[in-house]
Nanobody, 121 residues
Framework: QVQLVESGGGLVQAGGSLRLSCAAS????????MGWFRQAPGQEREFIAT????????DYADSVKGRFTISRDDAKNTVYLQMNSLKPEDTAVYYC??????????????WGQGTQVTDST
């Protein structure tokens, strides 16, 4: 089992950048495919980005492709989401997820508690 704790959210102006972190404890992050999802007010949770257990493949939602980058540092048991060129529509609660399969499923095994990202424009 793994526990996930996100950090790095906050207020940011349109066009700005933020880096979210997800620290894993318990079982090491290298055992999991990792990903990020988000949920805006009144909307369902949506997939944003994922990185395979090996780190060899990354996939992104079309809405963030070219702006967001997911990475992992298994030595630190941490996954990151670098968000650039932020838009007002990126405002949401961002959730880290871990899945015991090699690639992320639509309903991963574990979730973090979420961190809020808000457009301050």
């Amino acid at each position: 089992q793994v526990q996930l704790v996100e950090s790095g959210g906050g207020l940011v102006q349109a066009g700005g950048s933020l880096r979210l972190s997800c620290a894993a404890s318990g079982r090491t992050s290298s055992s999991y495919a990792m990903g990020w999802f988000r949920q805006a007010p009144g909307q369902e949770r949506e997939f944003i980005a994922t990185i395979t257990r090996s780190g060899g493949r990354r996939d992104y939602a079309d809405s963030v492709k070219g702006r967001f980058t997911i990475s992992r540092d298994d030595a630190k048991n941490t996954v990151y989401l670098q968000m650039n060129s932020l838009k007002p529509e990126d405002t949401a609660v961002y959730y880290c997820a871990a899945d015991s399969t090699a690639t992320m499923r639509k309903s991963p095994d574990y979730w973090g508690q979420g961190t809020q990202v808000t457009d301050s424009t």
